[in-house]
């Protein structure tokens, strides 16, 4: 990693909370490796730790929800990137409803998507799932207020082991 520490020390990616439901599971975690990968057919991949329960859960499903929060938003990131599925509930913690294919979608996003999941592909410690957007929703009232980054959650200690 030392080849790549100069480059990625520079980066300050958005965060995005993933939830994956699948049968009567459900995970979610917090996500720094995500973008758009296409724009015609426009797609989406966010990339999920092997280590993490949502990525366990997401194997199976066939939906995947993507949320974006504002930087007012640090407690839920906390709860997402701070706690593991394996341990705890995080979505009797917070406000959630089902929305398509039964994707849990976090009610106080400011924005969000569902993706039907189009494909998997292994990149080493993580795994990429290409989505195809087929819903997506925001907030009202949080125009102008800043997206969360990594520079803000850089304090929030993973709920599982890094890796």
Known sequence: MVV????????????????ATAGNERAGCL????SQSSIQPVRFTVWLSKV??????AREAEFLAVHLLTREQHELARLFGGETGHRVDK???TAWIRENGG???LRD????????????????DHVGFILDP????????????PILRLSDVRSINPGH???
């Open 103 to 105: 994707a849990a979608v």
């Open 4 to 19: 790549m520490d100069a480059f990625t020390r520079r980066l300050n990616p958005d965060m995005y909370i993933v939830t």
């Open 134 to 145: 087929v819903q997506s929703g925001e907030r009202d009232k949080t125009d102008g207020q």
């Open 161 to 163: 082991p890094v890796g």
């Open 31 to 34: 996500v720094g490796f995500a």
């Open 52 to 57: 993490n329960r949502t990525y366990e859960v």
């Open 109 to 124: 996003a400011c924005a969000w998507f569902v993706g039907s999941i189009e494909q998997q592909f292994d990149g080493g």
């Open 91 to 93: 979505f009797a913690r």
